[in-house]
């Protein structure tokens, strides 16, 4: 059983194209997250939700929305896609917001052509 | 600036030797985790290490913490081929916060 899932799993798009990412958590955990991953190996956080309530907002351009329909999800919306998203982006979930530990996704490839 | 940086950035052993990779960050912390991520995979959580705890233990593995020197370490002990990944850890940013800051990682290759 996968505790945390992530779709697509890769993703090729045009620069200038909205495309949306998929997560879910069946852990029944009450905090979820969004980080980027660049080509560096770098992991930065992009947000957190706890209780479907935005708890954590990086400075993320405002093309990135995220949406939380309830505990279980956290969706990932990006409009007009450029190249500089090229990136893999991981959803994670935790117990409270306190991140201790955080369950990671196997992530999405994202490709900007 | 990033919160946590590992070194070294890259380490090759042969399997059977104990491998040390080492975490430094910049400011006083409640919590340091170290997560392990196998290649296109996510990351895996390995151990926590709170500030008033020193050393930790976790089947081959073992971290230390010295808060005085803002630094931490992780030991492998007795290698696989499968510890074959990257190993980050994870700082939580400034106290009253929940957001981890990670760094990017050391790539630990294990050779049979």
């Known amino acids: 059983d996968t505790a945390v899932s992530q779709t697509p799993k890769y993703l090729v798009t045009q620069m200038g194209n909205d495309k949306s990412i998929k997560c879910e958590q069946n852990?029944?955990?009450?905090?979820m997250y969004w980080y980027k991953q660049d080509s560096k190996k770098f992991l930065k956080i992009m947000f957190s939700y706890n209780n479907k309530e935005l708890i954590i907002n990086e400075t993320v351009p405002n093309r990135f929305s995220p949406k939380s329909p309830d505990k279980a999800h956290l969706n990932l919306h990006i409009n007009s896609l450029e190249l500089g998203d090229s990136a893999v982006y991981f959803c994670a979930s935790s117990q409270g917001p306190q991140g201790l530990p955080q369950h990671f996704g196997d992530g999405t490839r994202l490709s900007i052509l | 600036s990033q919160q946590g940086e590992e070194d070294p950035q890259a380490l090759s052993i042969q399997e059977g030797e104990n491998a040390t990779m080492n975490c430094s960050y910049k400011?006083?912390?409640?919590?340091l985790q170290w997560y392990r991520q196998n290649s296109g995979r996510g990351l895996v959580h390995l151990i926590l290490i709170r500030s008033n705890e020193r050393e930790k233990h976790s089947g081959r593995l073992r971290v230390t913490l010295d808060t005085s020197k803002k630094s931490s370490s992780l030991l492998i002990t007795a290698s696989r081929a499968a510890d074959t990944a990257s190993y980050f850890c994870?700082?939580?940013?400034?106290?009253?916060?929940?957001?981890?800051?990670f760094g990017t990682g050391t790539r630990l290759k294990v050779l049979a």
């Open positions: 852990l029944g955990h009450d905090t």
């Open positions: 994870a700082t939580d940013a400034t106290s009253g916060t929940y957001k981890y800051i």
């Open positions: 400011t006083s912390i409640n919590n």
